[in-house]
């Protein structure tokens, strides 16, 4: 059976389970198309469309404002062009329960494997920043057990992983963000996601501490590796060794991107010309590879079976 046949006849959801139930997998997040099919063309098994990448890449800060419309719009075409399964940000569900519904239907027809929703109050801030306040917790399970229904409304949310975030760790504390975790796991939740978490030892502890209360029921576990936060640096070995599912890397690569053009613009800035650093460019060659193209020769979409 071939990658293609695979990925046009399963459902994301079902891709993205298959992965994590063979190890724990990496999803770099990507913040628009291009970055999707690089990261597929890498070797990657999925990618992740974060809630901050996607605001900064519009040009505004990451406290909710941009609509689920947008959202959707970055999943489709990185799911398109990748053929990747997509763990996609929702931040706290675009609203109460019932925009917590579309949200899911939205994002599974737009191609997202799964999303993940946090218990923070709107406006939300960035899990590593301090300040953050949370919603009750009936408040967020209520969330999650209308998330887990939506998926029947939709074919493509068939094996639509549903997250919940906690941010509890850097608000209530350690031991409330596991006693969250269990009400949302309780909920119906299929992933969990600590997000704040300062160690390696918390990392484990929380792994540990979750499993203790929840007995056997089968649970996901994401981990965020984040640069720059309040977690230190982790290798995607030592999660999955502490029995994390998933691990997402979501501003990393926009970080590089950024940190590259500054640099270029400011010799552009001073020597007039970009040519001391086309060494470091991507070639017009490389490029038409990364996306498939060969001038003169039509080119066949990604959702029409061309893959990286």
């Known amino acids: 059976m ?3 046949f695979f990925a046009d006849t399963v459902s994301a959801g079902r891709r993205l389970r298959a992965s994590m139930d063979r190890g724990c997998v990496a999803a770099p997040g990507a913040f628009n198309a291009l970055c999707a099919r690089a990261i597929a063309k890498a070797g990657f098994e999925a990618c992740y469309i974060s809630g901050a990448a996607t605001s900064v890449s519009a040009g505004v800060p990451d406290v909710g404002l941009l609509t689920m419309e947008h959202f959707c719009r970055v999943i489709r075409e ?3 062009a990748s053929g990747l399964p997509v763990m996609a940000d929702a931040d706290t ?4 329960a019932e925009m917590v519904r579309r949200t899911v239907v939205e994002y599974a027809r737009a191609g997202a494997a799964g999303l993940h929703i946090e218990d923070q109050k709107f406006p939300k801030r960035c899990g590593h920043l301090d300040g953050k306040e949370l919603i009750p917790v009936d408040h967020m399970a209520e969330k999650v057990r209308w998330a887990c229904a939506a998926r029947s409304a939709t074919p493509e ?3 639509f992983v549903v997250c919940a975030r906690t941010d509890a760790r850097g608000v209530e504390g350690f031991d409330a963000a596991v006693a969250r975790a269990r009400a949302y796991v309780e909920a119906g939740a299929d992933m969990i996601f600590p997000e704040g978490l300062a160690s ?3 990392f484990e502890g929380f792994a540990k501490g979750l499993r203790s209360v929840v007995g056997g029921a089968p649970v996901y576990l994401l981990a965020n590796m984040t640069e720059f936060g309040k ?4 290798p995607l070995p030592r999660f999955a060794a502490m029995g994390y599912s998933l691990v997402i890397y979501p ?12 640099r270029a613009l400011e010799i552009l800035k001073r020597e007039g010309t970009f040519e001391p650093i086309l060494g470091q460019m991507q070639s017009r060659k ?8 060969t001038p003169g020769e039509p080119w066949e979409f990604p959702g029409g079976g061309a893959r990286p």
Do not use: Q
């Open 200 to 202: 390696e030892g918390e």
């Open 231 to 234: 977690t230190p640096m982790i």
């Open 251 to 262: 501003v990393s690569l926009l970080r590089v991107a950024m940190g590259a053009a500054a």
């Open 78 to 80: 990185s799911a398109d």
């Open 286 to 293: 490389e490029l038409y590879d990364l996306i498939g193209y």
């Open 157 to 159: 949310g068939d094996g």
């Open 2 to 4: 071939s990658k293609d």
């Open 93 to 96: 569900g675009f609203g109460e």
